[in-house]
């Protein structure tokens, strides 16, 4: 089954844009939202497509990836506090 996945993301010291862009172009049919928020439908969970960007990341980027088909998210370095509101909130 296809997902609908939004993958948004923060590269914080090296900017390798062009690996972390093939990374997600990589995970399906894409389209580019915003400058750092890409739509892709894709066989991925939200689990699995992070881990596969998060790759082309160095380690302390910030991705998030929510698979609005089921309301799933996966992040990385999110701030504790941001990590903790998402959990709290999400409405699932």
Do not use: Q
């Given at each position: 089954?296809?997902?609908?996945?939004?993958?948004?993301?923060?590269?914080?010291?090296?900017?390798?844009?062009?690996?972390?862009?093939?990374?997600?172009?990589?995970?399906?049919?894409?389209?580019?939202?915003t400058?750092?928020?890409w739509y892709v439908n894709s066989n991925y969970s939200a689990e699995e497509a992070a881990k596969k960007v998060k790759a082309a990341?160095?380690?302390d980027d910030k991705l998030i990836v929510v698979n609005a088909t089921?309301?799933?998210?996966?992040?990385?370095?999110?701030?504790?506090?941001?990590s903790e509101h998402l959990k709290n909130q999400w409405n699932v």
């Open positions: 089954m296809a997902n609908n996945l939004f993958i948004t993301y923060d590269l914080i010291k090296t900017k390798d844009y062009p690996a972390v862009h093939n990374a997600i172009k990589a995970l399906g049919s894409w389209a580019k939202v400058e750092s928020n990341m160095d380690n089921n309301n799933t998210a996966y992040w990385y370095n999110m701030l504790d506090s941001v």
